[in-house]
């Protein structure tokens, strides 16, 4: 049973900095695909970031040049770390395998923007 815990996530004022970690377990975690996703209040959810099992990575056009994610297999763990923040970014932060998330999702992290 796939386990996600994410953190990370914060207060930040417009042009800051974060840095998010999603844990997983009960997975095989290094034959995967990950992905970041996100969904803002009154918004569906959406993928921000993929980073394939070899490393290769690719970013929404929003988060391009701002975000870069990351994996550590010996630590199950993908990373997301977001520059110049700004306020639309403020959004519950998720991470999953891609592109066909698994069954369940962790509890996000909160990531707030202030302009």
């Known amino acids: 049973q796939v386990q996600l815990v994410e953190s990370g996530g914060g207060l930040v004022q417009a042009g800051g900095s974060l840095r998010l970690s999603c844990a997983a377990s009960?997975?095989?975690?290094?034959?995967?695909?990950m992905g970041w996703y996100r969904q803002a209040p009154g918004k569906q959810r959406e993928l921000v970031a993929v980073?394939?099992?070899?490393?290769?990575?690719n970013y929404a056009i929003s988060v391009k040049g701002r975000f870069t994610i990351s994996r550590d297999n010996a630590k199950n763990t993908v990373y997301l770390q977001m520059n110049s923040l700004k306020p639309e970014d403020t959004a519950v932060y998720y991470c999953s395998r891609w592109p066909s998330p698994f069954g369940s999702w962790g509890q996000g992290t909160q990531v707030t923007v202030s302009s």
């Open positions: 980073i394939a099992t070899g490393g290769s990575t």
């Open positions: 009960g997975i095989s975690f290094s034959i995967y695909a």
